[in-house]
């Protein structure tokens, strides 16, 4: 069952929700549509669930034009952010509702609906609470519950949006972990939208970034996180420091230093923009020729990381970096020492010379050459 | 006494009692009082008499039926005025309220002056074989006039406070529009739906001064309970008018402590 997604465009009135958006979903497969909200992610789920419709554009699933199949007919199984229960039914009311309302020739009998939801309550751990009313369940319970309601009529495919929105932190996690082990187990074609990053990174096979109506970048959790196809992935996927560069003869010139790179063969002069994540800025308390000399601000000890605050000042700027929290001890950090950074990965994109926006089309990832100066990096 | 975090208990609720003994219950008891004069046979005689077995079928039949109407009609309204946005919506929205208003009198004139048989309506309706101002039907309009705006405000906020979200989840899971409404809708609106069918009942039961002008007060056709009581008053039969007011006020007590328990039970998913 593969769900083809061709230049679709939605329009409300003051603004484009989806801009010329196509994505094709394959069978079985765990996608996540994350972005920042007006991003136009919930609207391209609810144009997949038939809940709205596109101004241009196709969705097409095996071959058959789904726009013309009304949301009723699309054996679409749709999660709500708030749960969306039928609060004046009980728990085996609200997962049998489906079943319930079928014409008479396709709906099951008594004996196979309530055995179907006894085993779909089994399953989503809610077994002994099948006469409860949703008003008696706690967050979690009542999203498995609206899960096992939209599971209950055997969708072809189950959209989820921002499944776990309303939730604590910690049942949170639990849940998305669940929900993993359960979409491993039925292997149920599934799209859920998100704005947490975490949420879609930890949970889906492959991650839709949308921005402003535009799909970002589409691809693994692994590829959106370590190798950012867009300015936008850099910054709002993980944590980055952008900072304004030239390119010259050959080599980023960023504040005081001019640096060597690997992967920077044939590119233009001129003005650029780099993104450097928080991990990959090595530093060291001595003082060396490569690297740009910073004071350490501040460092935040975040259990397991500590967040370095880089003050940087031929560059103008703070940079953020990263380091374990148990070598930040070990090293005996302390604010207001001088050391040397150095970045190990720069990823640049150009400024387009007319509109001065970074160019995503001529965007390259630079290695830069040390020597022997080069930092080994703290671990 | 289990220590209370919210001060003043005792006094608030002693006030409240006082209150509801003093405006409520002294006058009913009065009435019983007042009644009891009667001795059990001359009550029962009172009470069974044709003119007051006649008034009572009428007033609680017509306020019953006007009561059903008032609930359908009412649902529909709040539903229109909650779900569509439409020129003048605030201004229809505003209107609904008038019935409460309007003097019970002003309205009874206007109805009767509507529905004569010369009147805007009755020259339309009375050759048609509709005869509405004098008649058994006039009591049931002037009951659905002055009862009209219970459902609607008890409904309408309801109907407001629904998410879209239950509509949609109940479309995804196959439903039709007919299916979402009796199954999703309508058992959510019930309870408040009830609370309006009874103000609207009890409203009607009681109604007065409207009625009488359309009503045209034929005994034992189109006269009311209050009228019996009025005309016994002015006959200077006191015991018998409060027996008629006693019954009246049983059989409302009945109807509304029915809904009442009606209501808890299409509430009963808030309960717990």
């Known amino acids: ?379 | 006494m289990a220590r209370r975090v919210l001060p003043g208990f005792g006094l608030s609720l002693g006030y409240t009692l006082a209150y509801l003994g003093l405006i409520v219950l002294l006058p009913l008891a009065a009435l019983a009082v007042k009644a009891s004069g009667l001795g059990l046979g001359g009550l029962w005689d009172t009470l069974t008499s044709a003119q007051v077995l006649a008034a009572l079928r009428l007033s609680f039949g017509a306020a019953l039926l006007s009561a059903v109407i008032n609930a359908v009609v009412g649902l529909l309204v709040a539903w229109v005025l909650v779900r569509y946005t439409f020129p003048g919506r605030r201004l229809f929205d505003a209107l609904v309220d008038l019935p409460f208003a309007l003097p019970t009198a002003v309205a009874g004139i206007a109805l009767t002056t509507l529905y004569a048989p010369k009147g805007w309506l009755g020259a339309w309706l009375v050759p048609l074989g509709v005869k509405i101002a004098f008649t058994p039907l006039g009591v049931l309009v002037a009951m659905i006039f002055v009862g009209f705006p219970f459902v609607v405000r008890t409904v309408q906020p309801v109907l407001e406070s629904l998410d879209r979200d239950i509509e949609e989840a109940a479309t995804m899971l196959g439903a039709s529009r007919l299916q979402t409404f009796t199954r999703v809708l309508f058992p959510l609106l019930l309870p408040a739906l009830l609370t309006g069918f009874a103000l609207a009942l009890a409203r009607a039961v009681g109604e007065y001064g409207s009625v009488i002008f359309i009503a045209g007060n034929i005994p034992l056709k189109s006269e009311i309970l209050p009228l019996v009581i009025v005309k016994q008053l002015e006959q200077h039969k006191y015991s018998d008018a409060a027996a008629v007011g006693v019954i009246m006020l049983a059989l409302s007590f009945l109807l509304l402590l029915a809904i009442s328990l009606l209501q808890r039970w299409t509430q009963r998913w808030t309960e717990r």
């Open chain 1, 1 to 379: 069952m593969t769900i083809a997604i061709n230049h679709l465009s939605r329009r409300f009135t003051d603004f484009r929700a989806l801009d010329d958006v196509s994505l094709s979903i394959a069978p079985g497969e765990f996608v996540a549509l994350l972005g920042p909200s007006g991003s136009g992610k919930t609207t391209l789920l609810r144009i997949l669930a038939g809940l709205d419709f596109p101004d241009a554009g196709e969705l097409v699933r095996d071959g058959r034009d789904l726009l013309q199949v009304s949301a009723r007919d699309r054996d679409v199984g749709l999660v709500f952010q708030h749960y969306a229960l039928f609060r004046h039914m009980t728990v085996f009311e609200n997962v049998a509702f489906g079943l319930r309302v079928r014409p008479r020739a396709r709906r099951p009998s008594k004996a196979e609906i309530a055995d179907r939801v006894d085993k779909l309550l089994k399953r989503v751990q809610l077994d002994g609470m099948a006469q409860r009313y949703p008003s008696q369940l706690s967050g979690g319970q009542r999203q498995r519950v609206a899960l096992a309601r939209a599971l209950a009529t055997e969708p072809e495919l189950l959209l989820l949006d921002e499944p776990f929105g309303a939730l604590d932190a910690q049942v949170r996690v639990a849940l998305r972990r669940w929900l993993r082990h359960l979409h491993e187990e039925m292997r149920l074609t599934t799209v859920f939208v998100t704005h947490d990053q975490e949420e879609a990174l930890e949970l889906a096979d492959r991650v839709v970034v949308m921005s402003q109506g535009r799909i970002e970048q589409v691809g693994t959790p692994d590829e959106v996180y370590q190798q950012p196809a867009t300015p936008f992935v850099f910054e709002f996927i993980g944590k980055s420091n952008k900072l304004p560069v030239r390119i010259q003869n050959g080599r980023v010139v960023a504040g005081d230093q001019r640096i060597e790179a690997e992967g920077l063969e044939g590119m233009a002069d001129g003005s650029a923009v780099a993104y450097v994540r928080p991990e990959h800025l090595a530093f060291t308390p001595a003082a060396l020729e490569s690297g740009w000399r910073a004071t350490l601000r501040h460092v935040y000890l975040a259990g397991s990381v500590a967040h370095l605050e880089l003050d940087i000042p031929t560059l103008g700027q703070t940079l953020e970096a990263e380091l374990g929290g148990e070598e930040a001890q070990r090293r005996a950090l302390q604010a207001g020492m001088s050391v040397t950074v150095q970045p190990r990965h720069l990823t640049i994109f150009p400024l387009a010379g007319n509109s001065g926006e970074p160019d995503i089309t001529r965007r390259r990832v630079v290695h830069p050459r040390y020597g022997q100066a080069a930092l080994a990096r703290w671990r």
